[in-house]
């Protein structure tokens, strides 16, 4: 199965871009009559039939409308600090997208690197969203996470979650839109010890709509944490390894769809 | 904390060599008398204090001896057929040895590259080697995961699990030594159903042994998933969402991990 990206389809006859109708044609090989399927990046899956198989401009009529498609039983937030490789972050979205979340807000912390300063660039916001585009079409999914702007820890902390879809910036493929949101911090601060940390895989029921902030290399300072509490976060750990950021973020992630693994 | 690698320590005096002689000296800016932290990857940490700090031999004794340091309640031998773009079997192995792994067997399969081929290379071992090593030291690990050669997949399928020792080559920093080994295969074959795959979230108790086989981009073939079934694997599934290779192995890596938190 082979899935195209058209955030901008709004009929039931679609011209495919130059790149993607040359891919279709030329590398694909399909012909009029041929099936392929384009995604909205909003949820919505349309199978569609090649009508005119021009390696410029490809034309498809939707043959079928599948509304919701894949839509999961959780809503999942990731909160993360950008990691000073870069090349990390944009593995940590990379396996997001693949294995679900909903949206990024990657977070500005007291710990952060120098380059997430305010003039400085936390990451590659264009080359983010093209990763998390391919990741989206390689995986299969019509919904395509939200990825919010460097954002400092404290707005996110203080941040309302009424439902679920206001945390996802533009809405989710996951979450009730109704359930409140589970608020978790993790962190590895052996000075912050009250409240204690649960383990995440106690702190993540199944169908729960949770938003998970993961600090950078340095961790959240205590001051961090201490606000985080007393903004309703709950402390969590992700086990006694030593874990990088993106490992940590990924751990995060996969603990959520392994929790609502039927 | 900083942790060195000593493979060959076998006296409470050691020599570093010289690379690692410059970093602690000059890098680190160690003298006499400060601690710093060995292990053999075999499960033992040494603490030790510099006794000499010559930037070309930097001279540490042993103060203290930390045997089977941060072992595991659980033995976990990752069968993982390398992908085709390199980078992305190195990053599984960056992540199983972060998260925790006794082993990894590479795995031919039908449907492998054709780099996987007798003459072709399927993985760097080298490569992979150095970083499985500092993957080890930068999570504070005191035991190094085997890394086996590539092994036909049948090979491993027909291979007898006694003790769990026995599954990872060199032995492993989890495994009873004694309980039978869980042998789980995934796969995404729609035509193989029967028997019907188990979610990996069940297959995997706490404090168990397992090797789990995870397949090329292409699966495993039915004939394959009919052997292991043959040979007492049980097919698992890792959920609904299309998972690359590498990000499969990682999310059975993790299952095992948050099936362990206390």
């Known amino acids: 199965m082979q899935l195209f990206y058209a955030p901008d ?8 871009g130059q790149e ?5 044609v030329k590398v694909l090989r399909l012909g009029a009559g ?15 039939q090649v009508v005119v ?13 599948l509304a919701d498609y894949g839509r999961r039983s959780y809503g999942l937030t990731m909160a993360v600090a950008p990691t000073k490789n870069l090349d990390r972050f ?18 500005l912390c007291a710990n952060s690197e120098r380059r997430c300063e305010p003039h400085g ?35 996110v902390l203080e941040r309302g979650f009424g439902g679920f879809r206001g945390s996802g910036g533009s809405g989710g493929s996951g979450g009730s839109g109704g359930r409140p ?10 000075d912050f010890a009250n409240p204690a940390r649960v383990p995440i895989t106690r702190a993540l029921p199944a169908a729960s709509d949770a938003i998970i902030l993961i600090g950078p290399e340095g961790d959240f300072t205590a001051e961090e944490v201490a606000l ?17 950021t993106e490992t940590a973020a990924v751990a995060a992630v996969m603990a959520a769809y392994l929790a609502n693994m039927q």
């Open 9 to 16: 389809i709004n009929s039931s006859l679609y011209t495919l």
């Open 20 to 24: 993607e109708s040359r891919h279709c």
């Open 34 to 48: 041929a099936t392929l399927h384009l995604t909205d990046g909003r949820g919505t899956m349309y199978v569609c």
């Open 53 to 65: 198989a021009d390696p410029r401009r490809c034309e498809v009529m939707v043959v079928e409308t």
């Open 90 to 107: 944009e593995w940590f979205l990379e396996k997001a997208v693949e294995v679900g979340v909903d949206a990024v807000v990657p977070i």
């Open 121 to 155: 660039q936390a990451f590659k916001s264009e080359r983010a969203r093209r990763l998390m585009i391919s990741a989206m079409k390689q995986s299969l999914k019509a919904f395509l996470p939200a990825l919010e702007p460097l954002t400092p820890v404290k707005e």
């Open 181 to 190: 949101t589970l608020k978790l911090i993790a962190h590895c601060r052996e």
């Open 228 to 244: 985080a509490v007393a903004n309703g976060f709950v402390p969590v750990s992700i086990g006694d390894s030593r874990l990088r």
